[in-house]
């Protein structure tokens, strides 16, 4: 199985900061590494897909990055709605799995 | 717009079974894959199951492979996960997920709300 890493587990930020998550595979996943946001009592969501994608509706201010084994999510101005849990998951192959999940805290 | 309504869920004992279902409208049902996972609580996202578009390729992850079944009926725009010989580790919040399949399949782009499953004596 493809395991994925994430880190921090946690992190306490500001509206307005820079924010950076780390999510390490395994072994090689090429590009296909996904991340999602997750309120708490609601479902998931897609923000970023196939490595860099930024799905439809999502801002401009979530990027992705990253190929092979290590892979960021970085969120360039934390807004408040933003605080939750970010999530990785692979799509490379199965089973799919997903990361312990960042959970970003307002500072 | 895509809407995916889960249903089904409830207490049971450790070794019943029970049947969820996943309502989807706002899309062609039939051109894409589903998905569920799920979630116990306090804990993380772990996918438990993919069927594709004509139910030919089916996958489960080890942790229910044998003990659960997903199907779908295209006609009524449904997919189901028929749970047996639950287990008090079944206990979570289960998702049926979309997979876009032209982004990359094993990719969830819509969500359900979830239908929590209690597994306890």
């Known amino acids: 199985d493809f395991q994925l890493t994430q880190s921090p587990s946690s992190l306490s930020a500001s509206v307005g900061d820079r924010v950076t998550i780390t999510c390490r595979a395994s072994q090689s996943i090429n590009r296909y590494l996904n991340w999602y946001q997750q309120k708490p009592g609601k479902a998931p969501k897609l923000l970023i897909y196939?490595?860099?994608g930024l799905q439809s509706g999502v801002p401009s201010r979530f990027i992705g990055s990253g190929s092979g084994t290590d892979f960021t999510l970085t969120i360039s101005s934390l807004q408040p709605e933003d605080f939750a849990t970010y999530y990785c998951?692979?799509?490379?192959?199965?089973?799919?799995?997903f990361g312990q999940g960042t959970k970003v805290e307002i500072k | 717009e895509v809407q995916l309504v889960e249903s089904g869920g409830g207490l049971v004992h450790p070794g019943g079974s029970l049947r969820l279902s996943c309502a989807a409208s706002g899309f062609a049902f039939t051109s894409f894959g589903m998905n569920w996972v799920r979630q116990a609580p306090g804990k993380g996202l772990e996918w438990i199951s993919y069927i594709d578009s004509p139910s030919q390729t089916i996958y489960y992850s080890d942790s229910v492979k044998g003990r659960f079944t997903t199907s779908r009926d295209n006609a009524k725009n449904s997919l189901f996960l028929q749970m047996n010989n639950l287990r008090d580790e079944d206990t979570a919040v289960y998702y049926c997920a979309r997979d876009n399949w032209e982004i990359s399949v094993g990719t969830f782009d819509y969500w359900g709300q979830g239908t929590p499953v209690t597994v306890s004596s």
């Open positions: 998951q692979q799509s490379y192959g199965t089973p799919w799995t």
């Open positions: 196939v490595g860099t």
